[in-house]
Structure formats: C-alpha cells, structure tokens
C-alpha cells in the first residue's frame, strides 16, 4: 500500500518526538498546557483582563502536581516551555494584571483526556473561547475557537500560520490571498470552518514572517474581520 | 511527493534499503524534507536537545535534589557511585551507568527542572540513558550520538502514527514504553545493527511493557516514573542485545504498535494519568493524595 504520508506529507516533525526542551515535570500536563496558553493569547487581541480555565478529564485530576495551572498561565504570558519563570507564572500574571481561575468541568466525552477551555476576557470586546487538548509529548491541538470546529496543531516551525475570521465569501477570500501572494508567501493549504455568515480559515505558508502591519492590513480588506499571525509561537 | 515519509516500520524500512541507508539518515533526510531546513540546521538542533539532556543529567548528579514532598531524588547518584566501588554488580557498567543517567534525567524533570521531553517528560530518561551511556562507554564522537537520537525519533514518530505517546490516552506502555523502543533501535543502530535488527530490537522492548499502567502518586511525574525509565533503560539494553544475538519477535513491530493502541483503548480511564488507580490508590499513594491537598478518594473510585 503506497504510504499516505508521502503525497500529504508526514504528520509529525523529528522534532514533535525528541522535543520540547521543557521545564518539567510533565510534556503533556505541563509543556503542552504551555503551547495551549501560548496559542490561546496568540489567538486573542491584546492582554487578557481575565482568562478562566475550564480543566477536562485528567487535566481536572492531576493539574497540581503537574503545574499545569502555572504552566497555562505561563503560556498566556507567552512563556516558553523551557521558561524556568513558568514555576512561579502566578506572580508574573499579577504584576500584568491578569486575573485567572480554575474550574473543574467535564467537556464530554468526545475530547481528548488532556483538554482545557479557555475564556479570555478584556473590556473592549467579546469574549473569546477556546478549546485546547494536549495529545502526549508535548503536542498540542486548538479544536474550538469560539463556535468554530478547527483542527489547528500547534507545531511551531513547520508553517506560518494565519487565522482569519471572515465573512464566509469566497471571492474576499480570493482577494485575500491574492494579498498573500503579493506579499511573498506560498500558500500550503487551508482550512476553513462555517458557521452561518462566518467563517473561520487557518491558512498554513511558506515564506517570510509577515511584519504586524502587514497583517493588520489584510484586516483592511473586505470582509475580513480579524487576522492573527502564529508565526512568533516557537517551541 | 514527500519521498522520505514513513509512518510505519514497513515502510521505513523499505526507504533504508531503497537508499541503502541506516535508520538515522532517512529520519535526518525526512525532517530536512519535513521542514524545508537544510542539514546542519536539523543537525544542529538535535546537537541542542543532546546538550539539554546532558546537562539535566549532571545536574541531578552533581547536585542532587529532592523532589516535592520528598518522594524522589538522590538515586542516580548511588548507580553513579557503584561504577567506581569494588562491588560486583549484575549489570554490565554500559548499563549501570545508562540506569544511573536515566534516573537522573526522571529526577530533574521531577524537580522542574530543564529537560528534553524525549518522547515525553514521563518517558525522558530512557533514551538519553542509553544513548549517553553508549556514546561514553564506547568512545564515540557526539556526533554519532545525535545520530542516535534521529533513530530514536523515527521509533517515537511510528507510534505517534500508530498509536500515540500520550499516558492519558494509553498508558505508560505509550511513555517508558515507547521510550523503551526507541532506546533499543538507537543503541542497535549504533553498535553496528542493521535497521531490521534495530526495528526488531523496539518489536521486543516495547512488547515487555504492553499494559503497563500511568498510576503515579497523587499525579506526580516521580513514583513510579523515575524509576520506571532506570528499569527502562536497563530493558532496552536486553532488547538489543537479544535481538543482535538473531533472537526475532514473533510479531513485527507495527503490530506491537497496534497492539499498544488496542490495549490503550480498553484501559480503564483510572490507569490513564488520573491517579484513580493501580499504585496510585495504595496505602502510600493515598498519603501522598492528603499531603497534596487532593480530595480524597470516594469508595466508589477504588474498584
């Protein structure tokens, strides 16, 4: 059977395995909780006022001795995960006045063990919603973001990512990544979840790190609500 | 066309005799393809990860640390030490002292210290107790050590592919065990093995620890963690010995690797990282819940 792999692409980077470097004790209670972090305050404009952590399945059970509390308010800080300040991440968010709160929930049965909610909260905008799991070694996945289903893995290096929030139509779309491609990038592939008039697209590209002004730009055009970058997330 | 991708042994096997290549340069060759960096970048990273996991050894070594609630630390240097006393042991020092570095990586980890999660933090001792001890004990140069590593890595990613490396989803078996195989393929791969030896090393390692259970006390990468990657590395030692000797698995290693996940599937959710089982909810583990401040157990919740 011819592999899979070699026409889509391998799924995982040498890297995924022998990786993260990590303060420890746990790649998934403690690094992956981390990238989640990381990549929820990427997701959100700005400094959250107030995150609130919704814990699911052993996430729920073991989070104090894994730190993962520490470990998710570190990436919210954008701490790595090699970050020795994770350990006291609780101080840190005090002095950037970040509230934060832990609370027990089951998601359901459909989520990974290790998975968390995320509720990030800030007076100038609507509140944002995000669902992360921690799939072992470190690996992380984004699969919710507000009411949209993605698939979004969190492995820095490989792409850089866009997220784009967007009115569902495909010729601002095409616009938009004409913009792309005038700006130097090759697109790799996209994604995209509807719900109603919007849409949601992780779009994966070769090429340079796009400059905070070029990506602000892209919101100027039409229909576009609202552009972030990943491509600072490392591991 | 991707042409270095594999995602299982069958076919990762098939690249090494097509290119008549080791392990160790396909997964080199896959991760340049992967991730469109030239040579010494993919090199020069694992140079970092190898430097990462040396340093948490000595850091446990030379200044050793109890871990919270002192349930670990300071037996990496005891393993240290019987290298240089008189005392017989029944190990061989290549594996007294990849026991000794495998330990002392689980005891940095566990005292937050600076690791390289290799497959996990929870299965982080294995791999760089074998690999360091053999790159030591035979003269090697670094070089051929941080080969090693990408060996060891294509066993983590066949997993990842098969199964998975998460404890939550499936145990310690996808975690020391997985580190187990990668350990046993690494240390064959560089003692001369070919890659069928050096699959079939990781077939026998990660058979000896399908089932194996994630209980640790109070939820804590320490008991029985730490100790389980020192056994760990001890086991991968045996597998590749054995399976230099011409002694085969029965079952080819994708097969383990399905096996691993199958077994994952039906394993109770209380062996599963929660600490709702197995050592966790012994006497001592239950001690360990209280001085932690967990909430204690319903009867319902001991089977």
């Known amino acids: ?235 | 066309m991707y042409k270095f991708a594999f995602t299982n042994s069958e076919e990762l096997l098939k690249l090494c005799k097509k290119h008549k290549a080791p392990i160790s340069e396909i997964v080199i060759r896959y991760e340049m393809e992967y991730s469109k960096h030239k040579r010494p970048e993919v090199l020069s990273k694992m140079k970092k990860t190898r430097d990462v996991m040396e340093e948490a050894i000595g850091k446990a070594i030379k200044k050793p640390e109890k871990s919270a609630f002192g349930m670990a630390g300071g037996d990496a240097p005891k393993l240290f030490a019987a290298l240089k006393s008189k005392n017989k042991m029944l190990s061989s020092p290549l594996v007294n002292r990849a026991m000794a570095y495998a330990a002392a990586t689980g005891e940095t980890n566990s005292a937050m210290g600076r690791i390289a999660a290799f497959p996990t933090a929870g299965g982080s001792g294995v791999v760089p107790g074998v690999i360091l001890a053999a790159q030591h004990d035979w003269k090697i140069s670094e070089e051929k050590a941080i080969r090693a590593l990408f060996t060891a890595s294509a066993i983590g990613i066949i997993i990842a592919e098969g199964a998975t490396l998460s404890a939550a989803a499936a145990g310690c078996q996808a975690e020391v065990g997985a580190a187990v195989a990668m350990a046993a393929a690494a240390v064959t791969e560089l003692r001369g093995g070919t890659p069928e030896e050096a699959l079939n090393a990781s077939a026998l390692g990660l058979k000896s620890y399908l089932g194996l259970a994630c209980d640790p006390l109070g939820g804590l990468v320490a008991v029985p963690c730490i100790k389980r990657n020192m056994l760990g590395a001890s086991a991968s030692c045996a597998a590749s010995d054995a399976s230099v000797l011409g002694i085969k698995s029965f079952i080819p290693f994708d097969e383990v690797v399905m096996a691993m996940k199958n077994i994952g599937k039906i394993m109770s959710t209380k062996l599963r990282e929660t600490a709702l089982g197995g050592l966790a909810v012994t006497k001592s583990g239950i001690m360990i819940r209280k001085k932690l401040g967990l909430p204690p157990l319903k009867p319902n919740e001991i089977d």
């Open chain 1, 1 to 235: 059977m011819p592999s899979t792999a070699s026409k889509s692409g391998p799924h995982y980077s040498v890297f995924d395995i022998a990786g993260p470097i990590m303060v420890g004790p746990s790649s998934s209670h403690t690094a992956g909780a981390c990238k989640i972090g990381q990549m929820a305050r990427a997701l959100f404009h700005g400094t959250p006022e107030k995150v609130t952590f919704y814990l699911h399945g052993s996430f729920a059970t073991v989070y104090k001795g894994h730190a993962t509390d520490r470990a998710l308010v570190g990436g919210i800080l954008k701490f790595r995960t090699s970050d020795p300040r994770i350990k006291t991440s609780f101080d840190y968010a005090k002095k950037e006045n970040i509230n934060y709160e832990f609370k027990i929930a089951n998601l359901g049965q459909k989520y990974h063990p290790n998975t968390v909610k995320i509720i990030l909260e800030k007076w100038d905008r609507q509140p944002m919603e995000i669902i992360g799991s921690s799939i072992g070694g470190g690996m992380i996945k984004i699969v919710k973001i507000d009411q949209f289903e993605v698939d979004l893995k969190g492995v820095a290096g490989q792409f850089k990512t866009l997220i784009v929030w967007h009115d569902n139509n495909q010729k601002n779309l095409d616009l938009l990544k004409k913009e792309l491609h005038r700006l130097g990038m090759r697109i790799h592939d996209i994604q995209t979840t509807k719900v109603d008039k919007h849409a949601l697209s992780i779009i994966n590209m070769d090429g340079r790190r796009l400059k905070l002004r070029e990506v602000l730009d892209l919101e100027d055009l039409e229909g576009i609500a609202e552009v972030r970058s990943l491509t600072s997330l490392e591991k």
